[in-house]
């Protein structure tokens, strides 16, 4: 299995749903590494004293202090906002600090794996990005005005286009 790396971001009232996350990757990838970037204090706590193998917390302020440009524009964003801004400065921080990983893929705190993801890398052989498009039923045409991607899972090879485009 190629080195892959996986990362999320969540408070405590997602914590159950960020456990589950993690224990069904370890469950259909196991080993795999995945970063949580802890949006509170009492997420942190809880996790740092889990120190659960394969789990890497982090305080939203050292994440924040290793980006200062980034926390500067949590003054002009809602909260959630400020989260959507953090997730491609979250992947590079993982890379950064993961520097032998062939992907780094962020995962929605709420996300649950029912199969091995090597399916979906096997589709992303020569690609450097991987987003999923909503795919609207007819029904729910109207959701569109949301944005055509949903970035609920979003990856990016380690190579210099996945990092360009991590950057952009």
Same mark, same amino acid.
């Given at each position: ?5 996986? /990362? ?13 996350? +993690? ?14 970037? /802890?949006?509170?204090?009492? /997420? ?41 801004? /953090? ?6 921080? $993982? ?33 450097? $990005? ?5 795919? +609207? ?8 005005? +949301? ?6 899972? $979003? ?9 360009? $485009?991590?950057?952009?």
């Amino acid at each position: 299995m190629a080195d892959r790396v996986y /990362c999320t971001y969540f408070d405590h009232s997602y914590l159950s749903r960020g456990l589950a996350l +993690y224990h069904s990757l370890q469950r259909q990838a196991p080993g795999s590494r995945l970063w949580v970037l /802890c949006l509170s204090e009492a /997420c942190y706590r809880v996790l740092a004293a889990l120190a659960l193998p394969n789990m890497f917390p982090v305080k939203l302020s050292d994440f924040e202090a290793s980006d200062p440009e980034l926390a500067a524009t949590r003054a002009n964003r809602s909260t959630i906002e400020y989260y959507f801004t /953090c997730s491609p400065a979250w992947m590079l921080f $993982v890379l950064a600090r993961e520097s032998s990983a062939e992907w780094v893929t962020y995962l929605d705190g709420d996300l649950f794996f029912f199969a091995s993801p090597e399916s979906i890398y096997a589709q992303l052989q020569g690609a450097a $990005v991987a987003i999923t498009p909503h795919r +609207y039923m007819p029904r729910l045409a109207r959701l569109r005005k +949301y944005g055509t991607y949903n970035v609920g899972w $979003v990856g990016a090879r380690n190579d210099p286009q996945g990092i360009a $485009v991590i950057k952009w």
